[in-house]
């Protein structure tokens, strides 16, 4: 089910303690690291973004986590030396919660903004929402929130009329 909560602190109070603690924590580390950073939520994740741009996602799941990163090249100097990490999703999957490695997620989200500083600093491209979505292999309609839903006030049956 797609979290219909329009704020991340809104959406951290729908989820279960265990997960609402450790999505807590990342999304913490994330404001605590990367300054500047603007927290949304869009298609049921935890988006940030850095200059209008995305920069990281963060997605719970039933017993763990993905954190999405905007920045590959970042990613993939942790490839093979910390668990979960994909490079062709750009993701780091985390399947246990209580235990994260948040010296290494801090060292990733650091560097992601230096390496997003440098882009811009640079004129380098940086990838919008639409790229990242089909990076992160995150398809829009299956995340996408839910029409509300909308009660209609009907009045109690009248007794029938007398003719």
């Not at 973004?49 to 970042?74: C, D, Q, R």
């Not at 490079?87 to 948040?102: A, G, Q």
């Amino acid at each position: 089910m797609v979290p219909t909560a329009t704020t991340v602190g809104g959406f951290l109070q729908t989820l279960p303690p265990d997960r609402r603690v450790a999505m807590a924590r990342v999304c913490s580390l994330i404001r605590r690291n990367a300054r500047g950073v603007h927290e949304s939520m869009r298609y049921g994740l935890a988006f940030y973004e850095y200059e209008m741009n995305p920069l990281f996602a963060l997605e719970p799941g039933e017993t763990s986590m993905t954190l999405y990163i905007a920045e590959p090249k970042v990613l993939e100097n942790y490839e093979g030396k910390i668990p979960g990490v994909n490079t062709e999703t750009c993701s780091i999957f985390f399947d246990n919660l209580n235990r994260l490695p948040l010296d290494v997620v801090e060292k990733v989200i650091r560097e992601s903004i230096v390496s997003r500083q440098e882009r811009l600093r640079e004129n380098q491209p940086v990838p919008g929402q639409d790229e990242l979505l089909k990076i992160w292999q995150i398809k829009a309609e299956a995340a996408a929130v839910p029409p509300p839903i909308i009660h209609i006030p009907v009045a109690p049956a009248e007794t029938e009329q007398k003719e």
